[in-house]
């Protein structure tokens, strides 16, 4: 079964620090994984794409990693904002076949001052 | 901005009431969804047009009717739904939706209530 799940489910940190979020896969055969993020009352916006051969891809304060292997990917945000608080969903795409959408539930991230 | 405009952004309704949700892309993609999000659930995607055909129900019942009159827009229409059915209806689109490498467009949602 195609499955994305997210972990942990919501997160607290301080203005400044920095996190990891988590998303483990089942989705076969891979494409692709996107982190999207989302902002409260808005759409999903895509942050990074990573494909097969690409295990660290940066994006100013996000680093994303992928372990195809083991099927993991990570998102690491550093020196966190406030305006980074928001959802952060895992999104998987399967390499073949029509609607290879596979979405996690997200992380929901809050960041304090 | 996406490129992906939904309206309206907020709608409460009976649940006797006829309402349709609108959403249009001007990226020049040829695919548009229609995605449900749930608290505390993925996005569950509900219908799939490719240039303007249906590829794809997910067994959403009929109180829910998608139209899509061109590859721009894109449209669905409630009808007697029930309070379950209240949750972020998203709209999105693609440069292609049947092969890899699709990113996926998102609009803002309509966040709609049904009382």
């Known amino acids: 079964k195609n499955q994305v799940e997210q972990s942990p489910q919501s997160l607290i940190i301080l203005e400044g620090k920095n996190c990891t979020l988590q998303?483990?896969?089942?989705?076969?055969?891979?494409?692709?994984l996107r982190w999207y993020k989302q902002d409260t009352g808005r759409g999903p916006v895509s942050l990074t794409i990573?494909?097969?051969?690409?295990n660290t891809k940066s994006n100013r304060r996000y680093t994303a990693t992928l372990d195809a292997d083991t099927k993991q990917s990570s998102l690491h945000i550093t020196a966190s904002q406030l305006s980074d608080s928001a959802s952060y969903i895992c999104?998987?795409?399967?390499?073949?076949?029509?609607?290879?959408?596979?979405f996690g539930t997200g992380t929901r991230l809050t960041v304090i001052p | 901005e996406t490129g992906v405009t939904q309206t309206p952004r907020h709608l409460v309704m009976g649940m006797t009431n006829k309402k349709s949700l609108k959403c249009e892309q001007h990226?020049?993609?040829?695919?548009m969804y229609w995605y449900k999000q749930s608290a505390k659930k993925p996005l569950e995607l509900m219908f799939v047009?490719?240039?303007?055909?249906?590829?794809e129900n997910n067994s959403v019942p009929s109180r829910f009717s998608p139209e899509c009159p061109n590859s721009s827009h894109l449209f669905l229409h409630l009808h007697t739904l029930q309070p379950e059915d209240s949750a972020l209806y998203l709209c999105?689109?693609?440069?292609?939706?049947?092969?890899?490498?699709?990113?996926?467009?998102f609009g803002q949602g309509t966040r709609l209530t049904v009382v």
């Open positions: 990226l020049g993609h040829n695919a």
């Open positions: 047009y490719n240039f303007k055909e249906q590829t």
């Open positions: 998303c483990n896969y089942t989705v076969s055969p891979f494409s692709n």
């Open positions: 990573m494909t097969f051969s690409e």
């Open positions: 999104v998987v795409e399967r390499k073949t076949g029509a609607n290879n959408l596979f």
């Open positions: 999105a689109s693609s440069q292609d939706g049947m092969s890899g490498n699709t990113e996926a467009f």
